[in-house]
C-alpha cells in the first residue's frame, strides 16, 4: 500500500512534468527561427526568385553574395547603420522589410546563409573594356573586391560580379555623401566612404562604374 502510494504521489508531478517539457519544446520551436523560404517570398518582388535581381526595381542581384556579408548588411539595416539618412529612399524600405520580417538576430543569420545559396549567373556578355576604368579600378578597389570584381570574404569585401551600373552608381554617392558610413564603428562603411573620394572627377567614378559593371567571371 505504501508503494501504491508513492505512486500516485508521483503521478501529478510527472504530469506536471511532461507538460513543462512539452511547453519548453514549444518555446524552443518558436525559438527555432523563421521559414526563410516563406520569408524570402516577400523579398523575390524585388531581388528575384534566385537572388538575379529585378533591374526595374533598383534592388541589387543577391545570387554570389557570401553568408557574412548578407548578414553584415541585414544587421545594418536593423540597427540603423543604413538606410537611416534624410534621401535615401532605397535604403529605408529596405531598413523598413528588415526590421518587420527579420527582426531577430537569428533569422537573420537564417537568411543570409539562405540567400548564400544562390548561384550566380548566368550573364549576358561583357561590351568593351573601359580602359580609364580599368586603371581606377585596379589602383582603388581591387586589392579589395579582387582583379575581377570577385570580392573576399577574409576582408569583408563582396562580390561586384553582375552588379547594374546604375546600383553601383547609387552606392558610391551614397558613400561620398554620407548616406552609407555614417555610423561610428562602422568600419568597413567609413572605408568605403574614403575610398569614393579617392575618385578625381565625375569622369573618373563614371568609367569606374562603366568597368566595374562589365566584370565577368
Known sequence: ?????????????????????????????????IDVRAVYVNCSACHGARGE????????????????YVERQLNAFATGSRGARAGD??????????????????DRKAMADYVATF??????????TNNNGRNYFNAVCGACH??????NPALGTPRLIG?????????LAAFKSGQRGYRAGDSYGAQ?????????????????IDYAASLRP
Open 119 to 128: 548561384q550566380a549567373g548566368p550573364f549576358g556578355p561583357a561590351g568593351p
Open 146 to 151: 579582387g582583379a575581377r570584381g570577385q570580392g
Open 53 to 68: 535581381g529585378v533591374p526595374t526595381t533598383g534592388a541589387p542581384p543577391l545570387a554570389g553574395l557570401d553568408a557574412g
Open 89 to 106: 529612399t532605397y535604403g529605408a524600405a529596405m531598413r523598413l522589410t528588415v526590421s518587420s520580417l527579420l527582426a531577430a538576430a537569428p
Open 1 to 33: 500500500m505504501r508503494h501504491s502510494k508513492k505512486l500516485c504521489v508521483r503521478g501529478p508531478r510527472l504530469a506536471s512534468l511532461g507538460i513543462a517539457v512539452l511547453a519548453l519544446g514549444t518555446a524552443m520551436g518558436a525559438l527555432a527561427g
Open 163 to 171: 552588379l547594374p551600373a546604375p546600383y553601383i552608381a547609387r552606392q
Open 192 to 208: 568605403m566612404k574614403a575610398v569614393s573620394s579617392m575618385l578625381p572627377n565625375d569622369a573618373a567614378v563614371h568609367d569606374v
